[in-house]
């Protein structure tokens, strides 16, 4: 948890048990008056209700971006049966309440389409090669790996950082556009509720790989 100024950051696990604990209880306990969620429009409606990905979706970002979003989602899925957690609980939870206490949501990530078509457009050769070899190795469900992990826990600064630079170094295309790109965006977007908002009590609730450099920037006021 981060806090600057009128401004509570929770960084969370979209598969955690403890991170849907944590946010009932700090809009429980401390009663913001705006929840920020890392989501654009077409994923919170996603998330709130029915939606079947189709043709006409795969066309819109790309066939390489549409492929990566799936296997995304797919490997989620996955996860998030080990622990009995539908992926995006933590989400869904915070927009229950925020309904419930009628506190306003802001929706701080980018266009999901616009992040998909930025990384159609930049992966490169190198980087879907070896995502089809760490998938056909088996790389994320291997016993070794699996076990660093407490499925159930948000992970903590030490791997998450570990977890991030291996990101970095074997798939650039995918930090930049995933990552990167996407802390500057929601960082901007806070700021801007913070200007706005200066009597206010605002919790965003954002994944803790962005958690730490979305702060950062924040506080440095470090916007490109």
């Known amino acids: 948890m981060q806090k600057y100024n009128n401004l509570t950051i929770i960084g969370t696990s979209h598969i955690s048990i ?33 939606h079947k990905s189709s043709v006409k979706d795969m066309l819109k970002v790309g066939l390489k971006g549409y492929f990566l979003s799936i296997i995304g989602a797919y490997i989620q899925r996955k996860l998030g049966k080990l622990v009995g957690v539908k992926p995006g609980s933590e989400m869904i939870t915070a927009i229950k309440l925020a309904k419930k206490h009628k506190l306003k949501i802001a929706l701080i990530d980018q266009d999901i389409e616009i992040t998909l078509k930025k990384l159609n457009k930049n992966i490169t050769f190198k980087e879907k090669f070896r995502i089809l070899k760490d998938i056909l190795k088996g790389v994320i469900f291997k016993k070794g790996v699996v076990e660093k992990f407490d499925l159930t826990k948000v992970p903590n600064e030490e791997l998450i950082e570990i977890v991030i630079n291996k990101v970095k170094e074997d798939y650039p295309s995918i930090y930049n556009v995933l990552i990167k790109e996407r802390n500057e965006i929601m960082a901007k977007a806070l700021n801007k509720i913070i200007d706005k908002e200066k009597d206010k009590q605002i919790l965003a609730i954002i994944g803790a790989g962005h958690e730490k450099e979305v702060i950062r920037i924040i506080r440095n006021q470090d916007f490109s």
């Open 18 to 50: 403890q991170s849907i604990n944590e946010v009932k209880k700090f809009i429980g306990e401390f009663k913001p008056e705006i929840i920020a969620l890392e989501l654009d429009e077409k994923r919170y409606i996603a998330l709130t209700q029915k």
